[in-house]
């Protein structure tokens, strides 16, 4: 019976079955979009000495306390009323949310999600990815001036300036990472990172590793890189004037990049799908066999550190901010490119066999 499913689901054109992924890639994304939200109240509370959302339950089930709340927030935000300022210029101003969930979901299109699953499996997808990622901010800039008010259009113009000055940052540390594997395709980035833990990039790349995750969690805008929210400073940022369900898909494509960000750490740094302890077991071990559970574990982590860092680190000021991002990240990113380049010409690490 498996196998004939097997079958059949092969002998479908490959228009078909990108379409299924695609949609099932959505709908599940969706979903730890939802239940992330849930989490990080939860590990908030927890840090914090609180229990977090308790009540609202999920059609009443017993042991099912909080599980509800997602859903909650969803029928909240579609109820509330949608309100336009009157001379907002209102075709960009529903258009910007939308450029910024795309953004956020379409990256997933080339995402190497186990040794044999990935949508499309594009030899360009490294720069798939960066055009992608930097297209976010054009829903930023737009959703600022759209609202033609004074507040949306200065938070929108400094978290652009935050979110290009990172941008540099994560490209200069992905030009490493291109280095060392020699190749675009990320499903081929994660291959050439066989051979167990050590054999990952954040071994020699350690420093571009941890450029690339603080721009990450800077270009998402959270803590304590979230100024493009300071309540305290400009009322609530670029998306002042949103409410309702557009307010919604903001927030949505926030989380949607935060669970992207930390998927895209594993794959360039940390193995991806790979086993850590690949080459340290027989290969029959199935400790050893590369699978989604090990991206699954490892884009976890790192997820758990955006919400460590909102519970734990008060917000930066914006040119402390900007400071880290120009005068730090970058030339850190650019010189180690540069001893990347004396390790490949002297072949030590992963150039040895060049």
């Not at 009323?81 to 210029?89: D, G, T």
């Not at 919604?248 to 991806?272: C, D, K, Q, R, W």
């Not at 976890?300 to 930066?316: E, I, K, S």
Request: charged share 10%.
């Amino acid at each position: 019976m498996l196998n004939n499913l097997l079958n059949a689901w092969f002998s479908l054109p490959d228009l078909v079955r990108s379409t299924v992924w695609t949609l099932v890639v959505t709908i599940v994304l969706i979903l730890c979009v939802a239940f992330t939200t849930l989490w990080e109240r939860k590990v908030i509370g927890w840090m914090q000495l609180r229990r977090g959302p308790n009540r609202v339950r999920i059609f009443g089930l017993p042991g099912t306390a909080g599980l509800g709340q997602p859903f909650a927030d969803v029928v909240k935000l579609l109820t509330k009323e949608l309100i336009v300022p009157a001379k907002a210029n209102k075709v960009l101003y529903a258009i910007a949310p939308a450029i910024t969930l795309v953004a956020a979901f379409a990256a997933w299109a080339v995402m190497p999600l186990s040794p044999d699953l990935a949508i499309a499996n594009v030899n360009a997808g490294l720069l798939f990815l960066l055009a992608l990622t930097s297209a976010g901010v054009y829903g930023v800039i737009l959703a600022g001036w759209a609202s033609n008010s004074k507040y949306a259009f200065l938070g929108a113009m400094r978290s652009a300036a935050q979110i290009v000055a990172y941008e540099i940052a994560m490209g200069f540390a992905l030009v490493g990472v291109l280095m060392a594997s020699g190749t675009l395709n990320l499903g081929d980035i994660v291959h050439r990172q066989h051979g167990g833990f050590l054999a990952w990039n954040w071994f020699w790349l350690f420093p571009l590793f941890v450029v690339y995750f603080i721009s990450g969690v800077a270009e998402t805008n959270r803590a304590p890189f979230d100024v493009a929210e300071g309540e305290s400073e400009i009322v609530a940022g670029f998306h002042v004037e949103y409410s309702g369900m557009a307010f919604a898909l903001f927030f949505l494509a926030e989380y949607a990049n935060m669970i992207l960000i930390s998927a895209l750490t594993a794959v360039f740094f940390v193995g991806g799908w790979l086993s850590p302890f690949d080459g340290y077991l027989p290969e029959g071990n199935i400790l050893a066999a590369p699978s989604f559970g090990w991206l699954f574990a490892k884009a976890f982590c790192f997820l758990f550190l955006f919400l460590w860092f909102r519970a734990t680190f008060p917000r930066y000021r914006y040119d402390q901010i900007m400071r880290l991002g120009w005068k730090v990240l970058i030339p850190v990113t650019i010189v180690w490119i540069v001893v990347e380049g004396v390790l490949s010409w002297a072949h030590v690490g992963p150039w040895h066999t060049l």
